[in-house]
């Protein structure tokens, strides 16, 4: 079955690079997705890849995607305090609908 | 509407109630989804409606819980015989329709519903 897994935690300080890791484990072509979470706010969809990409840059942000491994990076350069929030990974299995979400990883800026 | 909206944001009830949770899509959309999310977990998928019918309903965890779209757009998840097990946050989402391009079918979460049932 699908299952998407993350680390829990990430403290950076302010200025520094983040690194938030996600392992999936689905074995068909799949979009995967980037969703912040703030307190009280819904889902804030981040970026996405295709599977067949390795790489996409959009701004700050930067998704590695390691198709071998199954291993899924987001990269936030010169994180701010408002980055703080919780980072759930998703996959999509191509031809489905449904988002399957890693567990989140909470994301704490320190200034 | 700009976004998606859940009413209510928050629903006290008691062990054995019924509640319905209510959601508003962003218009046009024809695609609507449900999720549950447990406290420090992702969300899990509930049910998909393309229109006004249930397309899947395999998340659904059991009997007590229902999900309706009568009209194609406002959608009620109906939860029968509450359990406190059933404390989470409901949330919804929309996308232009459902299916495999990516470009129709991101989909655009509402703030949620937190249900915490005593």
């Known amino acids: 079955g699908e299952d998407v897994e993350q680390s829990l935690f990430l403290s950076v300080r302010e200025g520094d690079s983040s690194v938030i890791n996600c392992t999936y484990t689905d074995s068909s072509s799949t979009y995967l997705y980037w969703y912040k979470q703030e307190p009280g706010a819904g889902l804030q969809l981040l970026t996405y890849i295709f599977s067949n990409m390795d790489m996409k840059q959009d701004q700050r942000l930067t998704v590695l995607l390691n198709k071998k491994d199954k291993h899924l990076s987001l990269r936030i350069a010169d994180t701010q305090t408002g980055d703080s929030a919780i980072y759930f990974c998703a996959e999509r299995p191509l031809g489905t609908y449904k988002y399957i979400f890693g567990t989140g990883t909470r994301l704490k800026v320190l200034a | 509407g700009a976004g998606v909206s859940q009413t209510p944001s928050n629903k006290v009830t008691e062990k054995g109630k019924y509640v319905e949770l209510r959601c508003d899509p962003i218009?046009?959309?024809?695609?609507l989804y449900w999720y549950r999310q447990s406290l420090g977990q992702g969300p899990e998928f509930l049910i998909y409606?393309?229109?006004?019918?249930?397309?899947?309903d395999s998340g659904l965890p059991n009997d007590r819980f229902f999900a309706v779209r009568p009209e194609g757009s406002v959608s009620t998840l109906k939860i029968q015989r509450t359990e406190r097990g059933d404390s989470a946050v409901y949330l919804c989402a929309s996308s232009l329709r459902g299916g495999g391009n990516i470009l129709h079918n991101e989909q655009f979460f509402g703030p949620g519903t937190r249900l915490t049932v005593l």
């Open positions: 409606f393309q229109g006004t019918g249930a397309a899947d």
């Open positions: 218009s046009g959309h024809t695609a």
